[in-house]
């Protein structure tokens, strides 16, 4: 089992900027691709952004030239540098990771972020 412990959420101004940290712990072997999702109040999870091992990103549109997803890997930790906030951004911020086949294999428990207008 992997475990994933989310910080860094909070409440924002509209602008403002929030810095998400994951760090897993456990079968960390089985760690491969590490990402961000979030969910809001009434819609399904959406992807945010992934990072590979390697270095590879991905970001959903929406958050593409405001959101930086890094990780550092003697640390087992994923980050996201959230900038330019918007009130849209609202929702619950989870980090999930897994093998190559299921990189969604195993969630943290979620970060609340509130960006207020």
């Known amino acids: 089992q992997v475990q994933l412990v989310e910080s860094g959420g909070g409440l924002v101004q509209a602008g403002g900027s929030l810095r998400l940290s994951c760090a897993a712990s456990?079968?960390?072997?089985?760690?491969?691709?590490m990402g961000w999702y979030r969910q809001a109040p009434g819609k399904q999870r959406e992807l945010v952004a992934t990072?590979?091992?390697?270095?590879?990103?991905n970001y959903a549109d929406s958050v593409k030239g405001r959101f930086t997803i890094s990780r550092d890997n003697a640390k087992n930790t994923v980050y996201l540098q959230m900038n330019s906030l918007k009130p849209e951004d609202t929702a619950v911020y989870y980090c999930?990771?897994?093998?190559?086949?299921?990189?969604?294999?195993?969630w943290g428990q979620g970060t609340q972020v509130t960006v207020s207008s």
């Open positions: 999930a990771t897994g093998p190559p086949w299921k990189t969604t294999a195993y």
């Open positions: 456990g079968a960390i072997f089985r760690i491969n691709t």
């Open positions: 990072i590979t091992s390697g270095g590879s990103t």
